[in-house]
């Protein structure tokens, strides 16, 4: 089976720029994570989609971040205006199932967008 | 509040011996699974192995093994054999409700050889 797309690959932009980036998850997959990963350190969840809704965007910095699940599928995270401490790795993941806790659940991830902030 | 903790931030270990990366967490909840996953240079990160938490046995994937000790909250897990390949970042982690995943800090790996 296709895996979690995610492009771009590699983004440089100066501050105060805008950026997207964009997820493909696994066809059929109910729950879509967005995860930034700065250098040396752990995935931290930005915001969870299950289908349309979103389940957790306590830790998205609202200000200046957004995100988006298309029908439930494709998702879009911006960054608008981008400061210097976003530079990052940023992660798209998705699971299959949509509930309370599923049994033989994994994360499935995608290969990450870089993006370095000037 | 829910955490994982990996005290190691590098290790290394020769070719073909074996190393254990260590891995604490803390969660109020009574249902949960724990993972580990691999991160290699390529960044994309890969399931290396899964334990529920409900299970007692100890969960066992080829060279990957962990020890999963339920009432100190602990989940090491050991890699056998090691190989080249297995140089990477690896992250501990576990779901609880509503698939939500905690991770923590990771301990990067090198192995020599």
């Known amino acids: 089976e296709a895996g979690v797309a995610q492009s771009p690959r590699y983004k440089i932009i100066e501050k105060r720029q805008s950026v997207a980036f964009w997820c493909n998850p696994i066809?059929?997959?109910?729950?879509l994570y967005w995860y930034q990963q700065i250098l040396g350190q752990g995935p931290k969840l930005l915001i969870q989609?299950?289908?349309?809704?979103?389940?957790?965007d306590s830790q998205l910095p609202k200000d200046r971040f957004s995100a988006e699940r298309l029908k439930g599928v494709d998702s879009t995270l911006k960054i608008q205006p981008a400061k210097l401490e976003d530079s990052a790795v940023y992660l798209c993941?998705?699971?299959?199932?949509?509930?309370?806790?599923?049994?033989?659940?994994?994360?499935?991830f995608g290969s990450g967008t870089q993006l370095s902030v000037l | 509040a829910q955490t994982v903790t990996q005290s190691q931030p590098e290790m290394s270990v020769q070719e073909a011996e074996t190393v254990t990366l260590s891995c604490t967490y803390d969660?109020?909840?009574?249902?949960?699974?724990l993972f580990w996953y691999k991160q290699p240079p390529s960044r994309q990160m890969i399931l290396v192995i899964r334990?529920?938490?409900?299970?007692?046995q100890n969960a066992t994937e080829n060279r990957f093994s962990v020890n999963f000790q339920k009432a100190a909250k602990s989940f090491s897990l050991k890699i056998s054999d090691s190989q080249l390949g297995d140089t990477a970042m690896y992250f501990c982690?576990?779901?609880?409700?509503?698939?939500?995943?905690?991770f923590g800090s990771g301990t990067k790996l090198n192995v020599k050889p």
């Open positions: 066809s059929g997959h109910a729950t």
């Open positions: 969660t109020s909840e009574s249902n949960y699974y």
């Open positions: 982690a576990f779901m609880v409700r509503f698939n939500k995943f905690y």
């Open positions: 334990q529920e938490a409900y299970k007692q």
């Open positions: 989609f299950q289908n349309n809704g979103v389940v957790d």
């Open positions: 993941a998705s699971s299959l199932e949509a509930g309370m806790i599923a049994t033989n659940e994994k994360l499935f």
